[in-house]
T-cell receptor, first 116, second 112 residues
Framework: ETGVTQSPTHLIKTRGQQVTLRCSSQSGHNTVSWYQQALGQGPQFIFQYYREEENGRGNFPPRFSGLQFPNYSSELNVNALELDDSALYLC???????????????FGEGSRLTVL | QKEVEQNSGPLSVPEGAIASLNCTYSDRGSQSFFWYRQYSGKSPELIMSIYSNGDKEDGRFTAQLNKASQYVSLLIRDSQPSDSATYLCAVHSGGGADGLTFGKGTHLIIQP
């Protein structure tokens, strides 16, 4: 059973650019969510995808968007990058979605984004 | 605004002793409670989940939940240097579309 995998592991962008981060969910998991973890902080919920649709969102602006594909993999896109977007971006998958969602998450190793 | 509060530490505990980590949460409707361990530079790893009042034991770890006091704790018995990490408390409301709300984490140091 493969775990959650993310790419790239590290990347550097400049302010105003756009970035796409990718995630493959754990085998058998149909729900994917994304979190942002700034240095010294706990992860913050960006959004969640279930059955290829965004079904939950945290307090993040629309320039944070995503996709989920039929194989349950996912992308996080961030437009118009700001310096404060520098963080570890974590993808997490869950075996249960919708009404059965208990919140139990399994994280990938993350993508560390630096915005200069 | 849902909040989860943890003492950031560092919490220093001698090897072999019991480490006690605490967490309070603001949303009284919360249904699920989790402890994640995060080593420096790594991603969070789920170590305990608890859904009802009382204690839940798994090996050297015991999670305790008191919904009336909105309090969750994690006890680590026979602490090992490899337990040195940041421990994140996370709470879920039970809603199908909700994400986890995390605390900032407690930095635990096990002294050999």
């Amino acid at each position: 059973e493969t775990g959650v995998t993310q790419s790239p592991t590290h990347l550097i962008k400049t302010r105003g650019q756009q970035v796409t981060l990718r995630c493959s969910s754990q085998s058998g998991h149909n729900t994917v969510s994304w979190y942002q973890q700034a240095l010294g902080q706990g992860p913050q919920f960006i959004f969640q995808y279930y059955r290829e649709e965004e079904n939950g969102r945290g307090n993040f602006p629309p320039r944070f968007s995503g996709l989920q594909f039929p194989n349950y993999s996912s992308e996080l896109n961030v437009n118009a990058l700001e310096l404060d977007d520098s963080a570890l971006y974590l993808c997490a998958s869950s075996p249960s979605g919708g009404a059965a969602n208990t919140g139990e998450l399994f994280f990938g190793e993350g993508s560390r984004l630096t915005v200069l | 605004q849902k909040e989860v509060e943890q003492n950031s530490g560092p919490l220093s505990v001698p090897e072999g002793a019991i480490a006690s980590l605490n967490c309070t949460y603001s949303d009284r409707g919360s249904q699920s409670f989790f402890w994640y361990r995060q080593y420096s530079g790594k991603s969070p790893e789920l170590i305990m989940s608890i859904y009802s009042n009382g204690d839940k034991e798994d090996g050297r770890f015991t999670a305790q939940l008191n919904k009336a006091s909105q309090y969750v704790s994690l006890l680590i018995r026979d602490s090992q240097p490899s337990d040195s990490a940041t421990y994140l408390c996370a709470v879920h409301s039970g809603g199908g579309a909700d994400g986890l709300t995390f605390g900032k984490g407690t930095h635990l140091i096990i002294q050999p």
